[in-house]
C-alpha cells in the first residue's frame, strides 16, 4: 500500500489496527495529521507500489500516472471526474 499526498507541508502518518463491526476483527486504518492556521491537504491510498504524483491545482485535484491523468473537481454539490493522457 501506498500514501501518496499533495502539499509541501509537513504531515504526521500513523498507521495501526482497531476493532472493527466486530470487536474480534481488526481493521487497518492510516491518519494523517497537520497543524496550522489554514491547513488543507489530499491525500491518495494506491494498493502496492506506485509512482503516482498528486497535486491540487486551484479547486481541481489531479492525479498523474505512467501515460495518463485523472482530473477530480468538487464544486460543493457535485464531483466531476475525466481521465486524459
Same mark, same amino acid.
Given at each position: 500500500?501506498?500514501?501518496?499526498?499533495?502539499?509541501?507541508?509537513?504531515?504526521?502518518?500513523?498507521?495501526?489496527? $482497531?476493532?472493527?463491526?466486530?470487536?474480534? =476483527?481488526?481493521?487497518?486504518?492510516?491518519? +494523517? /495529521?497537520?497543524? &496550522?492556521?489554514?491547513? *488543507?491537504?489530499?491525500?491518495?491510498?494506491?494498493?502496492? $507500489?506506485?509512482?503516482?504524483?498528486?497535486? =491540487?491545482?486551484?479547486?481541481?485535484?489531479? +492525479? /498523474?500516472?505512467? &501515460?495518463?491523468?485523472? *482530473?477530480?473537481?468538487?464544486?460543493?454539490?457535485?464531483?466531476?471526474?475525466?481521465?486524459?493522457?
Amino acid at each position: 500500500m501506498t500514501l501518496v499526498i499533495a502539499g509541501g507541508m509537513a504531515s504526521e502518518v500513523f498507521q495501526g489496527v $482497531a476493532p472493527g463491526p466486530h470487536p474480534a =476483527v481488526k481493521q487497518p486504518f492510516v491518519i +494523517v /495529521r497537520r497543524t &496550522g492556521e489554514d491547513v *488543507r491537504f489530499v491525500s491518495l491510498l494506491v494498493p502496492g $507500489a506506485s509512482a503516482l504524483k498528486l497535486e =491540487v491545482q486551484g479547486g481541481e485535484i489531479v +492525479v /498523474r500516472g505512467d &501515460g495518463w491523468v485523472d *482530473r477530480v473537481t468538487f464544486d460543493g454539490a457535485e464531483i466531476r471526474y475525466r481521465r486524459g493522457r
